[in-house]
C-alpha cells in the first residue's frame, strides 16, 4: 500500500538551530514525492520537489531509496519557517496525492 | 493569473441534507483535485477530474461524488451528511495530475450539525 509516515505532530525549535522534518514512505517503484506547507491563514503550496533538486527558502529533502525516507531539513531555522509542513507522495498513476498527517514546525526567538 | 477559487467558503448543513461545492481551477489547469481535511486523519484524497472524466477515486462512501464542466470548473457533492462530514473540503488544481504542482484554493469549511 502507498502511505506516507510523518512521525512527528510537532517540531520546536529556536531560531537559528537546525530543522530535520522526518518523512517515510511505503512505495512499489520510484516515488514521486513534494514537500508542502501552509504558513498561518495562507493556503496550502508547493515547498518544493525531490525531482528539481532545488533548495527553497534553504530548505532542501534528499530521496534516501534504502531507508524510503524524504527529511526536510534546513541548517539555520527562521521565525517565518513557523508552519504546518506535508509530505506528499504521488500515486503509480499520478492521478492523486497522499500525504502524511503534517508536522507543525514552531521557530521560537 | 487568478488562484483557484473555491465557494462557498463557509457552510452549515444539517445532518441528512446534501450540499454542493464549487471549485474554479486556475486558467489552462485541466486537473482538478479534491481533498477532506479533519484534524483527526489529515489531508484525504476524494477524487481526481481531468478533462471531465474522474480519473481516480479514493476510499470514500458513495455519498460523496463530483464532476467536472467543459471549463474545467468542478463540483463536488455529499449527499446524506453526516456529522463526522464535517471538514474543510480543498480543492486543488494542476496542468496533468498529481505528479504535478497542485495549486490549492483556500477550502470550504462545512459544518454539519
Known amino acids: 500500500a502507498q502511505r506516507v509516515t510523518q512521525p512527528e505532530k510537532l517540531l520546536s525549535v529556536f531560531k537559528g538551530a537546525p530543522v530535520e522534518l522526518k518523512c517515510n514512505y511505503s512505495?512499489?517503484?520510484?516515488?514521486?514525492l513534494f514537500w508542502y506547507v501552509q504558513y498561518s491563514r495562507q493556503r496550502l503550496q508547493l515547498l518544493l520537489r525531490?525531482?528539481s533538486r532545488e533548495s527553497i527558502k534553504g530548505f532542501t529533502a534528499d530521496l534516501n531509496k534504502g531507508e524510503t525516507s524524504f527529511h526536510l531539513k534546513k541548517p539555520f531555522a527562521q521565525e517565518e519557517d513557523s508552519a504546518m509542513y506535508y509530505c506528499?507522495?504521488?500515486?503509480?498513476?499520478?492521478?492523486?496525492?497522499?500525504f502524511g498527517k503534517g508536522t507543525t514546525l514552531s521557530v521560537s526567538s | 493569473k487568478a488562484g483557484v477559487t473555491q465557494t462557498p467558503r463557509y457552510l452549515i448543513k444539517t445532518r441528512g441534507q446534501q450540499v454542493t461545492l464549487s471549485c474554479s481551477p486556475i486558467?489552462?489547469?485541466?486537473?482538478v483535485s479534491w481533498y477532506q481535511q479533519t484534524p483527526g486523519q489529515g489531508l484525504q484524497f476524494l477524487f481526481e477530474?481531468?478533462?471531465?472524466?474522474?480519473?481516480n477515486k479514493g476510499n470514500f462512501p458513495g455519498r460523496f461524488s463530483g464532476r467536472q464542466f467543459s471549463n474545467s470548473r468542478s463540483e463536488m457533492n455529499v449527499s446524506t451528511l453526516e456529522l463526522g462530514d464535517s471538514a474543510l473540503y480543498l480543492c486543488?488544481?494542476?496542468?496533468?495530475?498529481?505528479?504535478?504542482?497542485?495549486?490549492f484554493g483556500p477550502g470550504t469549511r462545512l459544518t454539519v450539525t
Open positions: 486558467s489552462g489547469h485541466r486537473s
Open positions: 506528499a507522495l504521488s500515486n503509480q498513476a499520478g492521478t492523486a496525492l497522499i
Open positions: 512505495y512499489s517503484g520510484s516515488p514521486e
Open positions: 486543488a488544481s494542476s496542468l496533468a495530475g498529481g505528479a504535478y504542482e497542485q495549486y
Open positions: 477530474y481531468f478533462s471531465e472524466t474522474q480519473r
Open positions: 525531490h525531482i
